[in-house]
């Protein structure tokens, strides 16, 4: 199952590569982050433990950097969850890139989940509410790097 979020922030990748590689600011537009042991900058191939707040229930799992490039890709994989249901199978991959242009950065966020246990048939319903019915919310990450001029 894959999501994909695109946002247009006004700002160089230069101004926003920051907020992106510090686990610090991570944290703080990563929505469903509650914690992060990392600190500092993501280094490759970097393991960290990461607790995440998802449908109302707490995860916890392994996180490791798989990819990065200088202010255009910085890519997770999360892995080895632990929870109150067995989603030791659960794998996600987050991959986050950056695209300058025009002195704007365009941020595609695409999370790819595999071993999710959730019915095939329910798949589409899922993507139609992610795609259609999500709550607009305020894009964290857009505002942080504007405020910041």
Same mark, same amino acid.
């Given at each position: ?27 703080l537009w990563n929505t469903k982050i509650i914690s992060l042991e990392a600190k500092g900058q993501f280094l490759? $191939? ?6 995440? +707040?998802?449908?109302? =229930? /707490? ?5 490791? #950097?798989t990819a990065l490039e200088n202010e255009r890709l ?12 067995? $989603? ?6 987050? +991959?986050?890139?950056? =695209? /300058? ?5 365009? #941020? ?42």
């Amino acid at each position: 199952m894959h999501i994909v979020e695109h946002s247009i922030i006004d700002r160089p990748a230069s101004k926003v590569w920051p907020f992106i590689i510090a686990a610090e600011y991570f944290q703080l537009w990563n929505t469903k982050i509650i914690s992060l042991e990392a600190k500092g900058q993501f280094l490759l $191939n970097q393991p960290f433990m990461t607790r995440y +707040r998802m449908n109302g =229930k /707490e995860m916890q799992c392994i996180s490791t #950097v798989t990819a990065l490039e200088n202010e255009r890709l910085l890519e997770i994989q999360h892995t080895n969850y632990v929870s109150n249901k067995d $989603n030791s199978q659960l794998s996600v991959c987050e +991959r986050i890139t950056l =695209k /300058e242009w025009a002195h704007r950065t365009i #941020v595609t966020k695409d999370v790819e989940v595999k071993h999710h246990q959730v019915p095939w048939i329910l798949i589409p319903l899922i993507w139609l509410t992610m795609k259609f019915g999500k709550p607009v919310e305020p894009d964290k990450l857009k505002q942080m790097c504007e405020a910041n001029a």
